[in-house]
């Protein structure tokens, strides 16, 4: 039988709902503050006409001085169920936790991985194509800080430049950048779902706009942190 398979590697970042999977939550913790030792993801199955089979792994997720993501494989991760097949109209509970206990010192800094959840073919032969699903689910353990970014503008080709960078200790995602004038009146928006992990920065390109006094202006920043987004001052 002839058979092809796609491999669709995604990243969660907000929409909790993929094809008929739907994670909750879609980034795990373990803060500082917290009694429990491990986190718990909860994978639905709803609208989807077969079973599928999924393997977990996890990797030890950090930033390059490129702001690329760096994963490397980390086996201190103890996760339960490490396999398991999930039915239409099914839950399954995944527990991620660590193979030692940690201690008040380790929650202290933020670390980070990403949980894979790896759809596995079945062995039986079908024809046509098959989609296979590689999902990673984000997962900080410790200590968070409240959003503390450096920004600064420039001018590239004549494209308007954002650059943030992460001061904070602890990650953030940004998912959207607006820039409004004196009146509150959007001029620039830019949407882009990028995490900063601790002392990351990135360029976000507004596209091409001379606002001139940039001084004049307001930067709205939405993130992870808080449901309102951060009102910062435009430098150049």
Not at 39 to 53: C, R
Not at 213 to 221: E, G, N, P, R, T
């Amino acid at each position: 039988m002839n058979k092809i398979i796609f491999t669709l590697l995604l990243g969660l970042y907000s929409a909790p709902v993929l094809a008929g999977l739907d994670f909750d939550p879609v980034q795990m913790y373990l803060k500082e503050n917290s009694r429990q030792r491990s986190a718990t993801i909860t994978l639905s199955s709803k609208d989807v006409p077969q079973e599928k089979i999924f393997e977990m792994s996890a990797m030890k997720w950090t930033q390059n001085d490129k702001g690329e993501d760096v994963l490397e494989p980390d086996h201190n991760i103890l996760i339960n169920p490490k396999n398991f097949v999930i039915k239409p109209e099914s839950k399954q509970i995944v527990r991620v936790g660590f193979t030692q206990p940690l201690t008040s010192e380790d929650l202290q800094n933020e670390q980070t991985w990403r949980i894979f959840f790896k759809e596995v073919t079945p062995v039986v032969e079908q024809t046509g194509m098959t989609f296979l699903f590689n999902v990673s689910v984000p997962f900080f353990v410790g200590k968070q800080d409240k959003a503390d970014l450096v920004v600064q503008a420039k001018q590239a080709n004549k494209n308007l430049i954002i650059n943030l960078k992460n001061n904070a200790n602890s990650h953030i995602q940004i998912s959207k950048l607006e820039i409004l004038d004196a009146n509150k009146k959007s001029v620039a928006l830019k949407s882009e779902m990028k995490y900063l992990l601790k002392g990351q920065k990135h360029d976000f390109d507004l596209g091409t706009i001379n606002l001139g006094d940039l001084s004049q202006y307001k930067l709205m920043i939405f993130t992870d942190k808080s449901d309102l987004p951060l009102e910062m001052k435009i430098k150049g």
